[in-house]
């Protein structure tokens, strides 16, 4: 007798990849991860305790940043290991400049920070593009709500500006990027640098990003309820509901208690105007309850003149990457997100630039 297999319950119009099929079982059921706050980030620091990143071709120090109220915001500089490099703590001696890109983990503005040396997206970029990548350890929710973090990622960047010199660094080429909490951060820092006339930005790599609050006032659809979705041993997997209620809880936690309507630096979606904007990069996925606002902040830069590339993932949840690393449709997605981000700091010349006259 053939084993029963429970549907899997997506919204409407929507299907499951099928190179994540297999990993649906894999999938734990839904729990609040702020119930014990603490408890989920030395978990998560388990888990990757378990699998130590690979830091072949780049090395990293860490350093303290001052914050206006005298406490230290940390930071850790990665850099490629070049052959032959004189290069010693303070940066490299003898080398042309690298670009940058200011990398803002993910994980709800409450966990995600990795393990010292450890960043694995800031050692990809590291030593693929190459860059010089700079990781921020930003003042976690609840404990430090809305605006420790993007005050932290926004002080990174000046610091990083103002040290360019020291940290090899080409002033003229650097980039934000993050994933999730961390691509809402980049979209915030990008608004406050235009409007404090801080330092330029070249770009703005947004995957998944959490933009938009309101996000988290989509409804459960009565099917996925009746269904008992995300609860009992018998539920099917749902990627898409899960990811649902956790954006409801980060929201919840991120905002400062009795906020009706933030503000554009914790929600880039509430700006008003976004020309200005340096170029952007937004990836989506199909499963995700952020697609939609990711889609029309992309669209709304589109609109204000920004020159904006969109990538959705077919059929793919929120941190489908994390359970299927080894899937040709995580692989590519990878590969497209660094790519775009390299185009963008190593640009090629225009045709015939450079000819002898």
């Given at each position: 007798?053939?084993?029963?297999?429970?549907?899997?319950?997506v919204?409407?119009?929507?299907?499951?990849?099928?190179?994540?099929?297999?990993?649906?079982?894999?999938?734990?059921p839904?729990?609040?991860?702020?119930?014990?706050?603490?408890?989920?980030?030395?978990?998560?620091?388990?888990?990757?305790?378990?699998?130590p990143?690979?830091?072949?071709?780049?090395s990293?120090?860490r350093?303290?940043?001052?914050?206006?109220?005298?406490?230290?915001?940390?930071?850790e500089?990665?850099?490629?290991e070049?052959?032959?490099?004189?290069e010693?703590?303070?940066?490299?001696?003898?080398?042309?400049?690298?670009?940058a890109?200011?990398?803002?983990?993910?994980?709800?503005?409450a966990?995600?920070?990795?393990?010292?040396?450890?960043?694995?997206?800031?050692?990809?970029l590291?030593?693929d593009?190459?860059?010089?990548?700079?990781?921020?350890?930003?003042r976690?929710a609840?404990?430090?709500?809305?605006?420790?973090?993007?005050?932290?990622?926004?002080?990174a960047?000046?610091?990083?500006?103002k040290?360019?010199?020291?940290?090899?660094?080409?002033?003229?080429?650097?980039?934000?990027t993050?994933?999730?909490?961390?691509?809402?951060?980049?979209?915030?820092v990008?608004?406050?640098?235009?409007d404090?006339?801080?330092?330029?930005?070249?770009?703005?790599s947004?995957?998944?990003?959490?933009?938009?609050?309101?996000?988290?006032?989509?409804?459960?659809?009565?099917?996925?309820?009746?269904?008992?979705?995300?609860?009992?041993?018998?539920?099917?997997?749902?990627?898409?509901?899960?990811?649902?209620r956790?954006?409801?809880?980060?929201?919840?936690?991120?905002?400062?208690?009795?906020?009706?309507?933030?503000?554009?630096?914790?929600?880039?979606?509430?700006?008003?105007?976004?020309?200005?904007?340096?170029?952007?990069?937004?990836?989506?996925?199909?499963?995700?309850?952020?697609?939609?606002?990711?889609?029309?902040y992309?669209?709304?830069?589109?609109d204000?003149?920004v020159?904006?590339?969109v990538?959705?993932?077919?059929?793919?949840?929120h941190?489908?990457?994390?359970?299927?690393?080894?899937?040709?449709l995580?692989?590519?997605?990878k590969?497209?997100?660094?790519?775009?981000?390299r185009?963008?700091l190593?640009?090629?010349?225009?045709?015939?630039?450079?000819?002898?006259?």
């Amino acid at each position: 007798m053939a084993e029963k297999r429970l549907p899997v319950i997506v919204p409407p119009g929507r299907a499951v990849h099928p190179e994540l099929v297999p990993y649906l079982g894999q999938l734990r059921p839904f729990s609040n991860p702020y119930e014990d706050i603490e408890a989920t980030r030395e978990r998560f620091l388990g888990l990757l305790a378990l699998s130590p990143a690979d830091r072949t071709g780049v090395s990293s120090a860490r350093y303290d940043i001052a914050r206006p109220d005298g406490s230290a915001l940390t930071v850790e500089v990665y850099r490629p290991e070049r052959t032959g490099s004189a290069e010693g703590a303070e940066g490299p001696a003898g080398e042309d400049p690298l670009p940058a890109v200011l990398h803002f983990h993910g994980g709800g503005y409450a966990i995600g920070r990795s393990l010292p040396g450890q960043d694995r997206s800031a050692i990809a970029l590291c030593r693929d593009l190459p860059a010089i990548v700079v990781t921020v350890e930003y003042r976690l929710a609840p404990e430090h709500r809305y605006p420790a973090g993007v005050e932290d990622c926004y002080l990174a960047l000046e610091w990083a500006a103002k040290q360019a010199g020291e940290l090899g660094i080409d002033a003229d080429r650097i980039a934000v990027t993050g994933n999730s909490a961390g691509g809402g951060l980049s979209a915030a820092v990008a608004l406050m640098a235009r409007d404090r006339g801080g330092p330029a930005l070249v770009y703005q790599s947004m995957c998944v990003p959490d933009v938009d609050d309101r996000a988290a006032e989509q409804p459960i659809p009565a099917v996925m309820e009746d269904a008992g979705a995300g609860s009992g041993a018998d539920a099917p997997p749902n990627p898409w509901l899960n990811s649902l209620r956790t954006v409801r809880l980060v929201w919840q936690h991120y905002l400062p208690e009795g906020t009706t309507v933030p503000d554009a630096y914790a929600s880039p979606a509430r700006a008003t105007d976004l020309s200005g904007l340096p170029p952007a990069y937004v990836m989506v996925c199909d499963l995700d309850p952020l697609r939609d606002t990711g889609l029309a902040y992309a669209r709304r830069l589109m609109d204000a003149g920004v020159p904006v590339t969109v990538r959705n993932v077919p059929g793919a949840w929120h941190g489908f990457e994390l359970h299927a690393p080894g899937t040709r449709l995580a692989r590519e997605t990878k590969a497209h997100w660094r790519d775009h981000v390299r185009s963008a700091l190593y640009p090629e010349p225009a045709e015939g630039a450079g000819a002898e006259a």
